[in-house]
């Protein structure tokens, strides 16, 4: 059975002549160079031990579908990450299936051939030469180093343990099973602890942030006479998040003066005063789908003024604090109480909060200026591994291997009265990326300074 072709309201059609006429006269356009992708052995070892956690089960993981932005104008596509974890692949509509027998086939829409219908020149979605080179079945199988089959031959009718909520094709086919809620939490809780391999994608991911943060600093000369500087800089970050990688992890929060208190500031539509602080909050997401996640706080001047150096060393202080705790054994919650508790003694020091540290901790008067959790998992996903049960995340403990941000912060909102008026509409954060080592932790971003004198430094020399 033929698919429909996702043709244009506008386009005109397709004559018997011009039909015939473009089946013929292509050149073998075939790949012979293809080589196994670095991630195909790790994908493979995760196959397995998928597989050995589920064994004789039927396992159904979509890559995902495209996504309509406007009319027939699709999102640049994105493979859920589970599928990318365990295939390395990136195709819209593909469906990895781990067989009972614990062999695994992925399903894939490989390229049209040239001589047999209209989708490569006249489907806009997927044809060849609307949306690019898809690699055929052999091709998938080297890149991939996995059996690849035609998606149309998938079956779906069989019982399996499917991940639901990524492809509604997948799940109208597929018959419900008790225990896909127990298989969505396991493929979330496989990735926490990071292999090599994962820890070395992600430190390209930091690296090339730290370069991306550095463009935007040697750019706030020209960003600061426009109507819009915040959004300048998020396009200066951009650039060099496609130039190497994918793209930004998330939308990246470029937050001057009053907006750095609003957490999730991503209009980025507002001027930059040089008196203000710049919150930067903005990492590159690599090739390979592994996202850094870095922020820093800096005047806009170039030199902290006192009550912004002094906000801004009670978050250094607190960040040291966390980053202390980290090491295999440690709770996961114990960074963000050791931050808190550096947090509740600046406060209270500066007369803003009344009452001992342990009497702050439980009340959490503290929480109105600081909101949320000081840091989370961090690897495919911005906030990794969310659909992890909470007693082996939130509530579990750190090994070697985890990797995650640690990211205390002070949000002053510019109308709250219980706060000096040189206080109001200030917003600091300072983030880092770390990974759990044998005896404590590694800083992956320790290209960027954190100090406040350290900050100086850094943007005078790169201004």
């Not at 495209?66 to 295939?87: E, G, I, M």
């Not at 939308?251 to 919150?279: F, K, M, P, Q, T």
Request: glycine residues 8%; contains cysteine; hydrophobic residues 40%.
């Amino acid at each position: 059975m033929t698919e429909p072709l996702n043709i244009g309201s506008h386009d005109l059609p397709i004559t018997e002549e011009l039909a015939a006429f473009m089946r013929t006269g292509w050149a073998d356009t075939r790949r012979v160079d293809v080589a196994a992708l670095p991630i195909a052995p790790w994908a493979a070892k995760r196959r397995a031990a998928l597989a050995a956690r589920f064994p004789g089960e039927r396992l159904v993981v979509p890559a995902g579908t495209l996504k309509v932005r406007s009319n027939d104008s699709d999102y640049r596509f994105r493979p859920h990450s589970a599928y990318a974890y365990l295939t390395g692949a990136g195709e819209p509509d593909d469906v990895l299936v781990i067989e009972p027998s614990g062999e695994s086939v992925l399903y894939v829409r490989p390229r049209s051939p040239r001589e047999e219908g209209q989708e490569f020149y006249r489907d806009r979605r997927y044809g060849e030469f609307w949306a690019g080179r898809r690699p055929d079945l052999a091709e998938a199988a080297e890149l991939y180093q996995i059996e690849c089959r035609h998606i149309r031959d998938l079956e779906l009718e069989k019982p399996a343990r499917v991940l639901r909520g990524v492809d509604a094709s997948v799940d109208a086919r597929a018959p419900r099973g008790q225990g896909d809620a127990e298989f969505e939490s396991f493929l979330s809780e496989m990735r926490l602890v990071k292999d090599e391999w994962e820890v070395g994608e992600l430190r390209s991911a930091v690296d090339a942030t730290v370069r991306g943060f550095e463009d935007v600093v040697r750019a706030l000369p020209q960003a600061a006479g426009q109507p819009r500087g915040e959004r300048y800089l998020e396009g200066v970050f951009g650039l060099r998040a496609r130039l190497e990688g994918n793209a930004v992890g998330y939308e990246s929060i470029v937050a001057s003066g009053s907006h750095a208190c609003v957490l999730h500031w991503i209009r980025n539509d507002g001027a930059l005063n040089a008196g203000d602080l710049l919150l930067l909050d903005a990492g590159v997401e690599s090739d390979t789908l592994y996202t850094a996640d870095v922020t820093r706080t800096f005047p806009l001047s170039g030199r902290f003024s006192a009550v912004q150096r002094q906000a801004y060393e009670l978050v250094y202080e607190a960040q040291e604090a966390a980053i202390a705790t980290l090491r295999p054994g440690a709770r996961f919650r114990d960074f963000h109480l050791a931050a808190m508790r550096v947090i509740c003694d600046g406060l209270r020091d500066w007369g803003l909060l009344k009452g001992s540290t342990d009497e702050l901790m439980e009340t959490g008067l503290y929480r109105r200026y600081t909101l949320c959790s000081s840091g989370h998992m961090l690897g495919l996903d911005l906030h990794d591994c969310a659909k992890s049960r909470a007693e082996v995340y939130l509530d579990g403990v750190l090994e070697e291997g985890h990797v995650l941000t640690v990211e205390p912060g002070l949000y002053f909102q510019p109308d709250d009265l219980t706060l000096p008026e040189e206080l109001r509409g200030m917003g600091i954060r300072i983030e880092d990326d770390l990974v759990v080592t044998s005896d404590g932790s590694a800083l992956l971003s320790s290209g960027l300074p954190r100090r406040a004198d350290e900050i100086e430094s850094w943007m005078s020399v790169l201004s």
